[in-house]
């Protein structure tokens, strides 16, 4: 292996979190000031009705404890409602308040602007192969114990 591709894999750790918390900055520029995290979570919403708190952490990719805490801010913030479950008493259903789909459109208009961002440039078959190497890193460092 050359010198510049050994140089180019031992950079991949630094410019993957250079990468990652300038997109962060960039979906808290894009959401007047709104994390990440929230937006994510307003995406992850059904629109239309409301979304088991359970079904959440998996699609989010968050433990128990980090998805409590993002849904308790979100709620303060007046963009969310935590109710009961009917069908489980012991189970929270995610609502979303008029304010909170009004964020999810805006999280969802700026996601999209920002993924077109990330892509342009790139080909069909290139953008491919950075989805497969990102999916293999998720995949090489799985969660532990819900972490």
């Known amino acids: 292996m050359s010198n510049v591709a050994n140089n180019r894999r ?19 520029d894009e959401g007047d000031g709104a994390t990440a995290a929230r937006a994510g979570l307003l995406m992850a919403l059904s629109p239309d009705m409301g979304t088991p708190m359970a079904q959440l952490g998996p699609i989010l990719d968050l433990g128990a404890p980090a998805l409590s805490g993002l849904i308790d801010r979100t709620s303060r913030a007046g963009l969310i409602e935590r109710c009961p479950d009917p069908a489980d008493g012991r189970a929270w259903i995610i609502l979303l308040t008029a304010e909170g789909a009004a964020a999810r459109a805006e999280a969802i ?13 790139f080909d069909d078959a290139e953008l491919a192969i950075v989805a497969r190497w990102l999916e293999a890193v998720r995949d090489k460092f799985p969660k532990e114990n819900g972490k």
């Not at 990468?19 to 960039?26: F, G, H, I, M, T």
Request: with cysteine; net charge positive; glycine share 10%.
């Open 10 to 28: 031992g950079r991949f750790i630094y410019l993957l979190n250079v990468a990652q918390r300038r997109v962060q900055a960039a979906v808290q």
């Open 109 to 121: 208009r700026g996601a999209h602007a920002l993924n077109e961002r990330l892509c342009n440039g």
